[in-house]
């Protein structure tokens, strides 16, 4: 258990839940990273990141839902195929070497990824891999409930890459698929290590939750508000490098 939490790493989730909101994310990779640098048992990471997660996309979601960007049958599809590969994921036995360096390295790609610029023209079509979209989503899930994320992180950058839609509604779709993906996710976890496991990770994260249930109503009012932010997307990819990086080095 990681016991008292330290005021120093309830602010880092806050930020962290701020930056990642404001482009549709959860930043339950980057939670379950500085957890296992602060020292919580690997096997519980997913579980507490997995809630965060939650916590965050859940108030996104109802955001963008609200404000009419979300594109619902496309978000639907690839959810509904994703959702039952992320309860697999998390039911799945992995060994803590293996956690880490799976985790650590989703990280660092996942920070290249975020670097790539988003596609900002209107009406340009998109490229014919954007129908395969539902297909590729399975593993996608299987892998975020593998490492105990959302995998709206992965999803993201590939549907800027593909011109899939515009900036908002990939964003969106995200928190969606974040939100379904950590649901089904914490549900193969909880299968896997028992809710008395789930319970006393709880209690001791419970400050983790409120920093990132107030970090994340921030930054998805910044999403609506101000997307694009370039600075922001750029600083979100720096943390989650420097955050994954270390992770790979304590290996």
């Known amino acids: ?144 409930g593998l490492v105990g994320i959302g995998g709206g992180i992965f999803l993201a950058p590939l549907l800027h890459l593909i011109r899939w839609d515009n900036p908002r509604a990939i964003a969106a779709t995200a928190s969606f698929f974040i939100l379904v993906n950590s649901l089904f996710g914490l549900a193969g976890q909880l299968l896997k290590q028992g809710p008395g496991a789930f319970g006393g990770a709880l209690g001791a994260a419970l400050p983790l939750l409120i920093a990132v249930a107030i970090g994340g109503q921030i930054g998805s009012l910044m999403a609506l508000k101000l997307l694009p932010k370039r600075w922001i997307r750029w600083l979100t990819a720096a943390l989650v490098f420097v955050v994954g990086a270390r992770l790979l080095a304590g290996i």
């Open 1 to 144: 258990m990681i016991g008292a939490v330290p005021v120093l790493l309830a602010l880092t989730f806050l930020v962290t839940a701020l930056l990642y909101a404001s482009v549709g994310f959860g930043g339950g990779s980057t939670y379950a990273a500085l957890l296992a640098i602060s020292g919580l048992d690997y096997r519980l990471l997913p579980m507490v990141a997995l809630a965060c997660n939650i916590v965050v996309v859940a108030g996104g979601t109802l955001r963008f839902g609200r404000s009419g960007v979300t594109p619902w049958r496309g978000a639907i599809l690839m959810t509904a195929i994703a959702a039952p590969a992320a309860l697999i994921g998390g039911l799945t036995p992995i060994g803590q070497a293996n956690f880490m360096t799976l985790l650590g390295a989703s990280l660092v790609l996942t920070a290249v990824t975020m670097f790539i610029p988003l596609h900002e023209e209107q009406g340009e079509e998109p490229h014919r891999i954007a129908r395969y979209m539902p297909v590729i989503a399975a593993p996608l899930g299987y892998l975020a």
